[in-house]
């Protein structure tokens, strides 16, 4: 089965603050592809990265950074020196082997970052 | 990246009634998604419709509820039948996804609140 937790439903931080949203995933399939969904107020959903079962490498993208631990099933999103412009809802989601086509979705984690 | 419109944006229906949600793509592609995003919750897939052949719809979700088109590579429809408050949602439709078009490119969704 496939599955994505992510365990925290809202966090607020004040802006310049660093904050990690954690996403803990299950599946059976060896090959597999993470991915991190921003969706602000406006409402429309903006791809952030994938990441494939093969390459455990971390990335940073500006202020972002992803870890990547296959050990603990987790691809947890950190933001460094938060901005209010970061506020949104993101969600983390899985897509597997034999259907690559079909994401399964975290219930998202609501980031408040306050001036 | 593919560009995706969907109308309505939004709109308020009656109990009983049905509404057909379109979706334009910017270029040709396999498959479409529809996802199902209820108020404060995660995306849920509907289904997905593929050009040529009947849509092949997700546990819980049924034909008789949610009629997809698939007339051509560019365009489908999603229609919301006899509904009811509980089917007051975020619609949204989707495109790419699998090992080689990677992320899922969505569309800005169809608000719907039923009355």
């Known amino acids: 089965a496939q599955k994505v937790t992510q365990a925290q439903t809202e966090i607020s931080v004040v802006e310049k603050e660093d904050v990690t949203l954690d996403c803990v995933y299950e599946t059976r399939d060896t090959t597999y592809y993470l991915f991190w969904y921003k969706q602000p107020p406006s409402g429309e959903l903006v791809f952030l990265i994938r990441?494939?079962?093969?390459?455990?490498q971390n990335e940073i993208s500006g202020r972002y950074s992803w870890n990547f631990q296959k050990s603990t099933s987790s691809f947890n999103f950190t933001i460094t020196a938060s901005q209010v412009v970061d506020s949104a809802v993101y969600f983390c989601?899985?897509?597997?082997?034999?259907?690559?086509?079909?994401?399964?979705f975290g219930s998202g984690t609501k980031l408040n970052v306050k001036p | 990246s593919a560009v995706i419109s969907q109308k309505p944006s939004r709109d308020i229906c009656q109990r009983g009634t049905s509404l057909t949600i379109q979706c334009q793509v910017d270029s040709q592609v396999t498959m479409m998604f529809w996802y199902r995003q209820q108020p404060g919750q995660s995306l849920t897939l509907i289904a997905t419709?593929?050009?040529?052949?009947?849509?092949?719809?997700e546990s819980g979700f049924v034909i008789d509820k949610f009629p997809i088109s698939r007339p051509n590579l560019t365009f489908s429809t999603l229609t919301v039948s006899n509904m009811s408050p509980e089917d007051s949602s975020i619609y949204l439709c989707?495109?790419?996804?699998?090992?080689?078009?990677?992320?899922?490119?969505f569309g800005s969704g169809t608000q719907l609140s039923v009355l």
């Open positions: 989707s495109v790419g996804g699998g090992v080689y078009d990677e992320k899922l490119f």
């Open positions: 990441r494939n079962s093969f390459d455990e």
């Open positions: 419709a593929n050009q040529g052949s009947e849509a092949t719809y």
């Open positions: 989601a899985l897509s597997g082997t034999y259907n690559f086509n079909k994401f399964y």
